[in-house]
């Protein structure tokens, strides 16, 4: 199928990238955390950071949602290269009982 490239000015960052973040962030002191952490990961901004911090349960949970996924479907995904995943994405939409929804008869 056709390739979907993200514009490079836009970088998708994993829930778990983002929690990782945020909770060095908030090791940091509050009237310095946010641009010695961006300082740290190029490609980060402020403004991301200040939302990521708001959003910290949403990312945990997703973060944790995702490593289950990877746990799951590891054995496919490790010998799939970085350009499968988005057909992997799909194989998960096709198949429903490699969801997290039971499949019901």
């Known amino acids: 199928g056709p390739e979907v490239f993200m ?12 929690v990782k973040l945020v909770e060095e962030a908030l090791a940091l002191p509050a009237a310095c ?3 010695p952490t961006c300082r740290k990961y190029p490609g980060v901004e402020p403004t991301q950071l ?4 708001k959003a910290l ?3 945990q949970a997703q973060a944790r ?17 970085a ?23």
């Open 33 to 35: 955390r946010i641009k």
């Open 7 to 18: 514009s490079n000015s836009r970088r998708i960052h994993s829930p778990a990238f983002k």
């Open 83 to 105: 350009s499968d995943l988005h057909s992997f994405q799909k194989l998960l939409e096709s198949e429903p009982a490699l969801g997290p929804v039971p499949a019901t008869a």
């Open 50 to 53: 200040r939302k990521w911090i």
């Open 57 to 59: 349960d949403k990312l």
């Open 65 to 81: 949602e995702e490593s289950w996924k990877t746990a799951m479907l590891g054995s496919i995904t490790t010998e799939a290269p």
